[in-house]
């Protein structure tokens, strides 16, 4: 998404599949929303400090997005 600067892909690729597979598998949204803030911080920690600011905004918009769909499919 960063390289694409762009979420599209994740909105309307990733969400969809994660809605069909995690709710057969057992995985919680709970549990998607925590990993996905490790996630996050995990790429925030290896991304160059000047390069931070260009980052940000997509690691804040993927936790929004599975927040939101937390919302929506629970």
Request: hydrophobic share 50%.
């Amino acid at each position: 998404s960063v390289l694409e600067e762009n979420v599209d892909s994740v909105e309307q690729a990733l969400l969809p599949l994660c809605v069909m597979v995690f709710p057969s598998i057992g995985v919680t949204w709970r549990l998607v929303a925590q990993m996905l803030k490790l996630l996050m911080e995990q790429v925030i920690s290896r991304v160059e400090p000047q390069n931070i600011g260009f980052v940000l905004p997509y690691t804040d918009t993927m936790q929004q997005l599975f927040a939101n769909l937390e919302l929506v499919a629970s």
